[in-house]
């Protein structure tokens, strides 16, 4: 069994799962990060130094433009 209690680093519950077929499986009891992949997530040791996501408002303009040339 494994626990299903994941949430943000922000401490709110994620209730989305994208887990890969053969996840999470806490690997020696070690594994309560998660890292994600293409193909889906899978649960790391949070002492594994991966990419982060992080939510924020966009950047860009709000408008999509054509410029003929």
């Known amino acids: ?3 299903d209690s994941w949430e943000w680093s922000d ?3 994620s209730l ?3 887990w890969r077929e053969d996840q999470p499986d806490n690997e020696n009891n070690t594994q309560a ?3 994600m992949q293409k193909k889906g997530w899978s649960d790391s040791k949070c002492a ?7 939510q924020g408002k966009p950047k ?3 408008h999509k433009g054509y410029i003929d040339i």
Not at 48 to 54: E, G, M, S, V
């Open 48 to 54: 594994n130094k991966l990419n982060i996501l992080c």
């Open 33 to 35: 990060c998660v890292g």
């Open 11 to 13: 401490g709110s519950s």
């Open 16 to 18: 989305f799962r994208k």
């Open 1 to 3: 069994m494994h626990r």
């Open 60 to 62: 860009c303009c709000p």
